[in-house]
């Protein structure tokens, strides 16, 4: 049970960080909490309170905080050699790459590390223009794919962008998102429309050949939109027909997150060209892979460089991740939990009807809150209290969603079914209160 006492006192470095950040860095909670250690599931803000942690700073402390082999990986690594930059080889960085030939799918091959998403998906972008010698790229609505110029551009979300599209040549396809489905369709009576409307935006917005096709398998930021069966297949289809190369971009879906698979895609009978990563990768060093075929990455031509890509700390700590979750066989872990996870949650809606929708895969699970099942109308606002009534019941919980109305749970690898058991009475918890 939680010692949560929140509100107990002001935080110094919470008082400092509205003072002394960008307001844009905005974080959850009425009074955000400043968090001060973390180990396994749990961690501590600087009030002395516990939270069991089902968010791991988005989807990325994946093994544990202070996972101990991860940690002492990155010591004896800080201990030997800390830096080098792309300019040098080094050990960690062609151990790792030739791990990830070995369990990416298909015939991926050759790997570019950076240190964010956001630069993975830039890469994976600039190397699928290198490769086809077109330039125009087909994304989805309700996508979510970082902050840099060209990221941004292809966000699929009003509310994550600041400024218009910068970016030339990026055109938004509908998302597959049966809940709300965009042509008021059900599937499978809708022959996937959502997937055949590609091939109308490529042969209306573009020049009728693409470079790529980028996609999450699951739309993460978006509120863990699962695409329907089929969907990628006809996607990855048109997609190749129009010339264009496939980019699965699992920076929230890889690592064994969405069960039995290191990666999302890996649930569909789709094989990417390039694939990207970040986040769950590094258990929270930063880190960002771009993974490509053999003929992909060599079209790259010229100089590239990255001052802390394949930085030998973030490197070994990578290969400390894909050992320990090969070691305590958590892509299995995460299928049988996250089943368990997903049966609890679909009880919380036999029992609320604000919860509209359960869905996600794996360990990657979302409840949908709306006002009224019929019209669904979305409810930030039931979302704001189940998070203030969690937080008060000691539990970490993340959102998502266009509207923000979407509870996300990413709970650790290798959580349990008592973990899962502490996260839905928490959530029951709240959800009678509203
Ligand atoms: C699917 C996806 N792609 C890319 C990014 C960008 O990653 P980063 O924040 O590490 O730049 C994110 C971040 O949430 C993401 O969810």
Redesign the pocket.
């Known amino acids: 049970m939680s010692t949560a006492e929140p509100h107990a006192a002001q935080s110094e470095t919470v008082r400092k960080h509205k003072e002394f950040l960008f307001p844009a860095v905005a974080n959850y909670y009425q009074e955000p909490l400043a968090l001060v250690r973390g180990e396994g599931e749990y961690v501590w803000d600087d009030q002395g309170n516990r939270y069991l942690d089902c968010f791991g700073g988005?989807?990325t402390v994946s093994v544990g905080h202070a996972n101990p082999k991860v940690n002492e990986a990155i010591i004896e690594q800080v201990k030997t050699l800390s830096h080098t930059s792309t300019l040098y080889c080094n050990r960690p960085q062609s151990e790792l790459a030739e791990k990830l030939a070995q369990i990416t799918p298909g015939r991926l091959k050759k790997s570019f590390f950076t240190?964010?998403?956001?630069?993975?998906?830039d890469t994976a972008i600039h190397a699928a223009k290198l490769a086809t010698g077109r330039h125009e790229i087909v994304v989805l609505r309700h996508?979510?794919?970082?902050?840099?110029a060209t990221?941004l551009t292809a966000v699929g979300h009003s509310t994550w962008r600041p400024l218009p599209p910068q970016v030339a040549g990026i055109v938004h396809a509908r998302a597959p998102y049966c809940y709300r489905c965009p042509f008021k369709l059900t599937y499978p009576e809708c022959g996937l429309a959502c997937a055949n409307d590609i091939e109308e935006l490529i042969m209306t917005t573009t020049t009728g050949a693409i470079a790529a096709f980028m996609a999450?398998p699951i739309?993460?930021?978006g509120g863990f939109i699962v695409p329907p069966p089929g969907y990628f297949e006809r996607a990855v289809e048109i997609t190749r027909r129009h010339g264009g190369l496939f980019i699965a971009?699992?920076?929230?879906?890889a690592w064994g997150r969405t069960g039995d698979k290191w990666f999302g895609i890996e649930h569909w009978n789709v094989e990417p060209d390039i694939i990207?990563s970040?986040?769950g990768m590094g258990n929270g060093v930063?880190i960002?892979m771009t993974t490509a075929t053999p003929e992909v990455a060599d079209a790259y031509p010229g100089l590239t460089f990255s001052t802390f890509g394949g930085n030998p700390v973030s490197m070994a700590a990578a290969l400390a991740v894909i050992k320990v979750i090969e070691d305590d066989d958590l892509k299995r872990n995460a299928a049988e939990v996250g089943r368990y996870l997903r049966e609890r949650l679909d009880g919380l809606k036999e029992k609320y009807p604000v919860i509209g929708d359960v869905r996600g895969l794996g360990l990657m699970q979302a409840i949908e809150l709306v006002k009224d099942r019929k019209t669904k109308e979305p409810d930030p606002q039931s979302v704001a209290r189940v998070f203030e009534e969690t937080r008060r019941r000691g539990v970490l919980i993340g959102k998502g969603g266009l509207y923000a109305n979407v509870i996300r749970t990413g709970m650790m690898l290798n959580s349990t079914n008592d973990t899962v058991d502490e996260l839905i009475a928490a959530l029951d918890g709240a959800l009678a209160m509203i």
């Open positions: 988005v989807l240190n964010s998403g956001t630069e993975a998906d996508s979510y794919s970082g902050r840099s990221a999450e739309l993460g930021v971009d699992e920076v929230q879906t990207t970040a986040k930063p960002g």
